[in-house]
């Protein structure tokens, strides 16, 4: 089969300068303000509010055109609107109310317009234009956004709609629906759109003398204010959003150099530790902190830590794996060359037994060998369950009981029942089973080995005790380690690898408990025995 192509991912050193979760940061702490603001922008309600002010204060002058046109442009009998003295009345309020007058005979037609440029008898109105100031600041980038802003809030479905202006040149009462109402004598106000936007407000209100409707008043306004008071809200707004923002990016660089810029220091010490092949690669501490990230380098650095201590322990192990084959290779390869020089029948068959012992010894070298370097995956893998140790010790004291030798010690066993762990019950056997052959093997012909367990409130206590030689003084912790042996003189050469309670140790130690040896001593300092104590974890 043909190989896939693999793609290395990036390193941190190849990785982009800024980093991705700083852009992160900025992002989840701005958009919150952002939307705020796009919120606060919506003004539909306040727009609103505006708009009946605006239509309250309109209603108001209204009522004062009507009484001061019923009371002053009425003909001598009453029943008419003078159109000369309505126009100037109409004229002159409507200066003063700086609003469109347009006022409409009983019949629809129009008598009055304040905006009509030329008036009967030769007057003129004259409007001032906004200075080119004003107009290039409605026509600016702000006022063009918030335009665009609006137009875009019309979508929405809880914006108002208004129907369109329509202003014919010649102007009849029937084309406002309005103005139509008022005639009746009811007051009518209308809100209508403009193409661009903006919006017309209406009030029409009848014009009357002794009860009788002689005219309509209609007056009309431009959202120009409204939008004014708008825009100065929403520049405001804008105006804190900008400060808001400023602080807000400042925050988030600031939180992000706290988290981003130590995690990528963290990253980058442990990519130099990775590809490099020394111990100069530390992991940095950040002891200065108390936070997570402190916890997270302090927690690296140790995992570091213990990998190069795994890794020196794997090196040592291989050198010692080396050294203990080498010993049986040598011996193996200084007989077989020896058997070949000579013809002596008796010395080959002592050359035999001797090949034969040493490749004995490389089997029993290489299963505990083989034992001991899978034994970590396979305490890292298998599922722990309750372990009944007053019942496994009493197993093994019948096996024991059962098939010993007759020269072998007997087993005092003296273990409660109960005494339950969690643990891998195989692999506590196994240790319990060295730690019996060891005392078997170092116990005095008539001597006993005592087994004894107890509990208290958090641990199971459990001593081996032989009558033999004891330890050797200050090897009472070297004799866990990997290929220590300090066997009985009687013993035959090579029969132990050394690995035994190495392994024993390994085991109890991934269970979370301890084991320890000692040497015990009589009154006179004469050694009398040695006693292995094992601790785990009641259950």
């Given at each position: ?6 793609h290395?991912?990036?390193?941190p ?15 989840v ?14 003004l ?41 003295l ?34 009967p ?17 409605r ?61 017309v ?15 309509v ?10 939008d ?93 794996v ?80 059962s ?83 300090e ?19 390994q ?33």
């Amino acid at each position: 089969m043909d190989s896939q192509p693999q793609h290395p991912q990036r390193s941190p050193e190849l990785s982009g300068r800024f980093s991705r979760l700083t852009l992160r940061i900025l992002a989840v702490n701005v958009l919150a303000p952002v939307i705020l603001v796009a919120g606060l922008f919506f003004l539909g309600e306040y727009r609103r509010n505006l708009i009946t002010t605006e239509l309250s204060g309109m209603r108001t002058h209204a009522e004062i055109f009507a009484v001061a046109l019923g009371e002053s442009a009425v003909s001598p009998m009453g029943h008419m609107l003078l159109p000369d003295l309505s126009e100037q009345i109409v004229r002159r309020l409507a200066f003063t109310a700086k609003t469109r007058a347009r006022l409409f005979a009983p019949n629809g037609v129009l008598v009055a317009d304040s905006r009509a440029l030329l008036q009967p008898g030769g007057q003129i109105q004259r409007e001032d234009l906004p200075p080119a100031m004003a107009k290039e600041e409605r026509e600016s980038f702000l006022n063009r956004a918030f335009q665009t802003m609006d137009r875009i809030y019309n979508w929405l479905p809880v914006t108002d709609s208004y129907p369109l202006y329509r202003e014919n040149i010649i102007q009849h009462a029937p084309d406002y629906p309005e103005i139509v109402a008022a005639m009746a004598g009811d007051v009518w106000v209308a809100r209508r759109s403009m193409p661009d936007g903006s919006l017309v407000l209406t009030v029409a209100m009848p014009v009357t003398r002794y009860k009788q409707t002689l005219g309509v008043i209609f007056l009309s306004k431009g959202s120009a204010d409204i939008d004014a008071a708008l825009y100065e809200v929403r520049l405001d707004i804008l105006k804190m959003f900008a400060a808001v923002l400023v602080i807000t990016v400042l925050l988030s660089l600031y939180l992000a150099g706290t988290i981003a810029r130590p995690v990528r220091i963290l990253a980058l010490a442990a990519e130099r530790v990775r590809r490099g092949h020394h111990r100069q690669h530390n992991i940095p501490n950040f002891k200065g902190r108390n936070d997570e990230i402190g916890e997270l380098a302090v927690a690296l650095n140790d995992m570091t830590e213990a990998l190069w201590t795994r890794m020196d322990a794997i090196e040592q192990f291989a050198a010692d794996v080396a050294h203990e084959i080498k010993n049986p290779l040598t011996s193996l390869k200084s007989a077989v060359e020896t058997t070949a020089r000579i013809d002596d029948p008796e010395k080959q068959k002592k050359l035999f037994a001797i090949i034969q012992d040493d490749v004995e010894r490389l089997d029993r070298l290489i299963s505990d060998i083989s034992d001991a370097s899978r034994l970590d995956a396979e305490l890292s893998r298998a599922e722990t369950e309750s372990v009944n140790i007053s019942g496994l010790l009493a197993t093994l004291a019948d096996i024991h009981m059962s098939t010993k030798a007759a020269l072998d010690p007997p087993i005092n066993l003296d273990c409660p029942d109960g005494l339950i762990t969690e643990g891998i019950e195989d692999r506590l056997v196994q240790v319990f089973r060295n730690l019996i052959a060891n005392a078997v093997t170092f116990s005095p012909p008539g001597g006993t080995i005592d087994i004894a367990a107890a509990a208290d409130d958090d641990s199971i206590c459990i001593t081996i005790t032989d009558n033999g030689p004891g330890i050797a003084p200050g090897k009472e912790v070297a004799i866990f380690e990997r290929f220590y042996t300090e066997r009985p003189i009687a013993e035959k050469f090579g029969i132990h690898s050394g690995l035994g309670l190495s392994i024993s140790k390994q085991i109890i130690d991934a269970h979370g408990g301890n084991i320890i040896a000692e040497t015990l001593t009589n009154d006179e300092g004469a050694a009398t025995g040695a006693r292995f104590t094992v601790q785990l974890v009641l259950a």
